[in-house]
């Protein structure tokens, strides 16, 4: 089956606690559920999993709204965990791609891009870089302090490849561009690089999520205006 996933993202100054909740569904029914509204067969509005398929519907349609598919994300996935203990779950995502959905073509009676069908450039975004998760129950181990304090990577609190690819396939959509963004020098926003991200000391990203960085204080690298 495939899911239906809702995210709620707490923010970290409220100290609220990021939730997410999913429901599984039948490739055949999604159509149904999300453009029509329907319940699955084995579903009801009375079981937890049919409470939040009819949460996300009411969700979908809110003010009279029909909303749509945006940005399809394809990665190949690796996850690394104990198998007697999920203290440390590592997954790695590779060959991450954002595609545009809206107004693509879709086989008769399916709810997303017909991916057989051409796919023009402009519809798709290659990430440039892998994506580690840590997910810890406890306190990180000393070999998890190593990997992440490594310098092979670079730490970006948050990042959403959904934002991602809403930022650079539909730019005019965001009122405001994902905090990782930086100037292009051309009027417009555009990812930051490894290395600008892994200089914490950049005023423009420190100055657009300071809670993430630390008091130390640095010119602006060449090449970037933080204002």
């Given at each position: 089956?495939?899911?239906?996933?809702?995210?709620?993202?707490?923010?970290?100054?409220?100290?609220?606690?990021?939730?997410?909740?999913?429901?599984?569904?039948?490739?055949?029914?999604?159509?149904?559920?999300?453009?029509?509204?329907?319940?699955?067969?084995?579903?009801?509005?009375?079981?937890?999993?049919?409470?939040?398929?009819?949460?996300?519907?009411?969700?979908?349609?809110?003010?009279?709204?029909?909303?749509?598919?945006?940005?399809?994300?394809q990665?190949?996935?690796?996850a690394?965990?104990?198998?007697?203990?999920?203290a440390?779950?590592?997954?790695?995502?590779?060959?991450?791609?954002?595609?545009?959905?809206?107004?693509?073509?879709?086989?008769?009676?399916?709810?997303?891009?017909?991916?057989?069908?051409?796919?023009?450039p402009?519809?798709?975004?290659?990430?440039?870089?892998?994506?580690?998760?840590?997910k810890?129950?406890?306190?990180?181990?000393?070999?998890?302090?190593?990997?992440?304090?490594?310098?092979?990577?670079?730490?970006?609190?948050?990042?959403?490849?959904?934002?991602?690819?809403?930022?650079?396939?539909?730019?005019?959509?965001?009122?405001?561009?994902?905090?990782?963004?930086?100037?292009?020098?051309?009027?417009?926003?555009?990812?930051?690089?490894?290395?600008?991200?892994?200089?914490?000391?950049?005023?423009?990203?420190?100055?657009?999520?300071?809670?993430?960085?630390g008091?130390?204080?640095?010119?602006a690298?060449?090449?970037r205006n933080?204002?």
């Amino acid at each position: 089956p495939l899911f239906v996933e809702r995210k709620v993202h707490g923010e970290l100054w409220t100290g609220n606690k990021s939730v997410k909740e999913r429901c599984p569904i039948d490739q055949g029914d999604l159509s149904a559920a999300l453009d029509l509204g329907r319940m699955p067969p084995g579903l009801t509005k009375d079981d937890k999993s049919g409470a939040l398929l009819a949460s996300i519907q009411s969700f979908l349609r809110e003010g009279g709204k029909k909303q749509v598919p945006m940005v399809r994300t394809q990665y190949m996935r690796s996850a690394y965990q104990e198998a007697t203990s999920n203290a440390v779950r590592i997954s790695i995502d590779t060959d991450l791609k954002m595609v545009r959905e809206r107004g693509a073509p879709r086989r008769e009676g399916d709810w997303c891009r017909d991916m057989a069908a051409p796919l023009p450039p402009c519809d798709v975004v290659d990430f440039p870089y892998a994506v580690l998760e840590v997910k810890l129950q406890d306190e990180p181990a000393p070999w998890v302090n190593e990997l992440t304090e490594g310098g092979m990577l670079v730490a970006v609190p948050k990042f959403s490849k959904f934002q991602n690819g809403m930022a650079l396939l539909y730019p005019s959509k965001l009122r405001n561009s994902p905090w990782w963004f930086l100037p292009d020098g051309k009027g417009g926003m555009t990812p930051a690089n490894f290395e600008e991200m892994a200089d914490t000391r950049d005023p423009y990203l420190e100055k657009a999520n300071p809670a993430f960085f630390g008091e130390a204080k640095a010119p602006a690298p060449a090449g970037r205006n933080p204002s």
